[in-house]
């Protein structure tokens, strides 16, 4: 049923999809507020993302909406989403950011943040399995002190099954928090 709603959603209204995944506090959900140019996602020292968070990029000004399982959305307002997105109710598929702040060459671009691996609930690998293969590219983020370990082993295997053979799903590796002055040469 997800899967038939997703890709509901990309006839509808085709655009390019990037899902971001990687173990708990590596840095998923800074990354893409980095990249957006605007810290649209809550973070914190603590793990932030506990669902899913698709950031929709438009013409307009910012919106917040909780997304059912039913595919009902329900409008949020800014304080609702965060509080959302650190303990989503049961009943929530993902929350939904519709931004305008990237700017004009970033429109229709839709980022989903995901929760780190190891801290997903039951019912999240299976929602992750689902879209992942919806996605244009797939950004991988590993952390430089943790390095590439068993979680992220188990994830990569999750993808892999996910798409099933599909070579043609570019998956981006991303080391994230290095130190200033690494250059990779040791």
């Known amino acids: 049923i997800v899967r038939a709603r997703l890709l ?3 006839v509808s209204a085709p655009a390019a999809w990037i899902t971001v995944v990687g173990e708990t506090s590596t840095g998923k959900t800074t990354l893409i507020n980095c990249l957006l140019g605007e810290k649209l996602l809550p973070t914190g020292p603590q793990p932030t993302s506990s669902t899913v968070v698709q950031i929709v990029c438009r013409e307009a000004p910012d919106e917040y909406f909780a997304i059912s399982k039913t595919a009902t959305q329900a409008a949020l307002s800014r304080a609702e989403f965060v509080s959302a997105a650190s303990a989503p109710a049961e009943e929530l598929l993902r929350l939904q950011v519709r931004t305008d702040k990237p700017g004009p060459g970033f429109r229709g671009l839709q980022v ?3 929760p780190g ?5 039951a019912g999240h690998e299976q929602i992750l399995r689902d879209f992942i293969p919806e996605s244009d590219v797939l950004v991988f983020v ?3 002190r943790t390095g590439f370990g068993q979680i992220d082993q188990d994830l990569f295997e999750v993808v892999a099954d996910s798409v099933a053979g599909d070579t ?3 998956i981006l590796l991303v080391i994230n928090r290095v130190p ?3 250059d990779g040469t040791n």
């Open 180 to 182: 200033d002055g690494t």
């Open 117 to 121: 691996y190891n801290a997903m609930v």
């Open 168 to 170: 043609n799903l570019p």
């Open 112 to 114: 989903f943040d995901t």
């Open 8 to 10: 509901r959603q990309r």
């Open 142 to 144: 590993a952390g430089y």
